[in-house]
């Protein structure tokens, strides 16, 4: 059955094919001198005069080294951290980068690949649904979908995630350290909390390459690095191996009494908590998507993605309110 309707055109880019061009050895000296920034159509149908530029191997390690220790240098001081970069870390990082060019974001995510379980819709299958209002999310990010009434579908959920994945990494103010994980929260104390023990504020997280991480019982001591902020939002996703990492740490740490444990799916009642309970849990530390399930004893939601991109997306406005306010009171 076709769909009821489908969302506004997209418009794809297409590459122009142009006429094959003869070049004399000036000219395609000169083309190398600037660069090699000849369109890509000129090049199709020259394959047997392609060189790529000369470069030395070290260049290449150097290139890459350089950025990356310039990034650890700059964000080890950032204004929030999320931790996960699955949909709703994905949504919440989104939605900071353009509400707040002005603030430094570092999103750490454990495995190489971002983007969580969102790459499938569920059971091996492509297709991603998200029931209304979530709609107005993709319309945000500019994702197509076909409407069916009170939800829509997207015909692959890689288009979702890589589509958001893409304009997140392209922000300024944005940097993504996959491979990474968060092994510990850095604390400061709070005495002024109401929570269960001696109360603690977070203050950034403590990372670790994920596979060092993952061999800490089979090698000698690997210490671990810090990035200092005063907001962070985790979005670790329900219990599993690197899965609601923050709240269970909280438990060890006297801070919650214990998680109420994820319930069975039930689709209609497990969405609207996860977005309406999207919130400070400690101070410094929003907890957003399925993380909260552990703690609240929400219920499972399956394969429906709606609730991922709402919550990342109020986690992001929780985040901004209580990083402000920490400013005001010239906490920052």
Aim: proline fraction near 5%; include cysteine.
């Amino acid at each position: 059955m076709a769909p009821s309707a489908i969302s506004p055109a997209q418009q794809h880019a297409q590459l122009a094919f142009a006429p094959k061009k003869v070049k004399d050895a000036a000219a395609e000296v000169e083309d190398r001198a600037a660069g090699l920034t000849k369109p890509l159509a000129e090049m199709m149908g020259n394959w047997d005069d392609f060189s790529f530029a000369p470069i030395r191997e070290s260049t290449v390690s150097r290139a890459m080294t350089r950025r990356y220790f310039a990034d650890l240098d700059k964000y080890a001081e950032s204004d929030i951290v999320i931790i996960g970069a699955g949909s709703c870390g994905l949504s919440a990082a989104y939605t900071l980068g353009k509400l707040r060019p002005d603030l430094r974001i570092t999103v750490i995510e454990a495995g190489v690949s971002p983007g969580g379980g969102a790459w499938l819709g569920g059971q091996l299958f492509s297709a991603m649904v998200m029931r209304k209002p979530a709609d107005v999310f993709l319309r945000e990010v500019g994702v197509p979908y076909e409407d069916e009434g009170d939800y829509v579908v997207v015909k692959h959920a890689a288009l979702f995630t890589s589509t958001v994945l893409s304009k997140v990494l392209a922000m300024d103010n944005v940097k993504l350290f996959n491979a990474t994980t968060v092994e510990d929260l850095i604390t400061r104390p709070d005495p002024d909390s109401e929570d269960i023990g001696p109360g603690v504020r977070i203050a950034g997280v403590v990372t670790n390459w994920t596979l060092v991480s993952m061999h800490h019982d089979d090698q000698s001591c690997m210490d671990p690095n810090t990035i200092n902020a005063p907001v962070v939002i985790s979005t670790t996703g329900h219990d599993g191996p690197f899965g609601a990492f923050s709240v269970k740490r909280l438990v060890s740490m006297k801070q919650l009494e214990q998680l109420e444990g994820m319930r069975g799916l039930d689709m209609q009642r497990a969405e609207d908590a996860i977005v309406k309970n999207t919130r400070e849990i400690v101070p410094g530390l929003i907890v957003g998507g399925m993380e909260l399930s552990e703690i609240d004893g929400a219920n499972r939601m399956g394969p429906t993605f709606g609730a991922m991109a709402l919550s990342g997306v109020k986690a992001a406005e929780e985040a901004i309110r209580v990083f402000d306010l920490r400013k005001k009171q010239n906490e920052i």
